[in-house]
């Protein structure tokens, strides 16, 4: 749904800069929240989905048990550690920026960038209990969720 929002946002917006020569600040940065979002909350589900970027050199060739001993080892060494600093570093910015109710320094820009600042931990959270549920997947073995 934000994707077709983005894309309308996206058409209409270069549709009234070609034909008017229309636009406004809030508008561009509505497409790069609109863009945040779509990006943030997409990291966590494509890896429960498993359609994240992997390495398939060797990967695809592996067996079962060596797959998830990759995805083990890869989840407690990588995706765990990072995601945890990420949501400590972000939380500190969202923080900031919602004390300081921290807005756009553009013209009738985005009145408040804090609310957007604030799904980055979020997303983050998300990552790590994902990234848990995949570790606990690769360790014992169970099967993706055919849910979603």
Partial sequence: MLNLLLIVLVVVDVLLRWFFSLTAAWVIELEWHLFSLIFLLGIPYALQQDRHVRVDLFYENFQPADKRLVNLIGGILFLLPWAVVLLYF???YAYESWVSSEGSPNPNGIPYYFPIK???PFA???LILQGIAEC?????GAPQSEEA
């Fill in 90 to 92: 972000s939380t500190l």
């Fill in 118 to 120: 604030a799904v980055v």
């Fill in 124 to 126: 983050a959270g998300l």
């Fill in 136 to 140: 606990y997947r690769a360790a014992t």
